[in-house]
């Protein structure tokens, strides 16, 4: 198997499109994590956000054996891109009518698994995330998006402006707003992280 490790994004799109299957399997393994966080994040179910993380990558597939993937952007930034306009249009399809529980499963736990600490700090770990979460959810739509793409995929908020259409001020504006409102969820719930 090829290794494809120092390779550029854009070169590993055109060699999977010249028929190198590894150079997909290099991209995939180097953002996986993020795109998976990502969608799991907006979704809060475990189960739900792997279905939803394989139509992505069979999307991507797709549009780079068409040849309409656009190599101006990152590669990363546009499967995010992907990643959110699944999620949109499943909550869409669900009309928004209930919101998805998850299965108690949740980003930090699975981020956490690389890891064996002791149990007494794994457990005050996952509190600590659990309280995060709760906080995150409880955040206005905008808000709560604008803070997972910056901080757990990673995005700069001109990426985030393009993926959820909205200016960068705005993007901006969302993140100011949630962290604010963390800041006082934390204060009025005597909270400490």
């Given amino acids: 198997m090829r ?6 994004d854009n070169d590993l799109v055109r060699l999977f499109q010249e028929g190198d299957e590894t150079a997909l399997s290099s991209l995939i393994g180097r953002y996986k994590d993020k795109i998976f966080s990502t969608i799991f994040y ?3 179910d475990k189960h739900l956000a792997e279905d939803l993380f394989q139509d992505v990558f069979i999307k991507i597939i797709d549009k780079l054996r068409s040849g309409s993937y656009n190599e101006e952007g990152k590669f990363l930034h546009w499967a995010l891109r992907i990643s959110h306009n699944l999620c949109v249009d499943y909550f869409r399809k669900e009309k928004r009518n209930h919101t998805t529980s998850g299965d108690n499963n949740n980003l930090f736990e699975l981020l956490d698994n690389c890891s064996d600490s002791l149990a007494d700090s794994r457990i005050v770990t996952t509190q600590i995330h659990e309280k995060v979460r ?4 409880s955040l206005p739509d905008e808000q709560k ?9 990673d995005l700069s908020f001109k990426e985030i402006a393009e993926i959820t259409n909205t200016s960068i001020n705005t993007a901006l504006g969302r993140m100011r707003y949630g962290l604010i409102n963390l ?3 934390m204060e009025e719930n005597k909270m400490v992280l």
């Avoid at 998006?145 to 995929?153: G, K, M, Q, S, T």
């Fill in 3 to 8: 290794t494809h490790q120092y390779v550029l």
């Fill in 42 to 44: 907006l979704v809060k």
């Fill in 134 to 137: 709760v906080m995150l959810d």
């Fill in 145 to 153: 998006e604008v803070i997972i793409l910056r901080h757990f995929a």
């Fill in 183 to 185: 800041r006082k969820m």
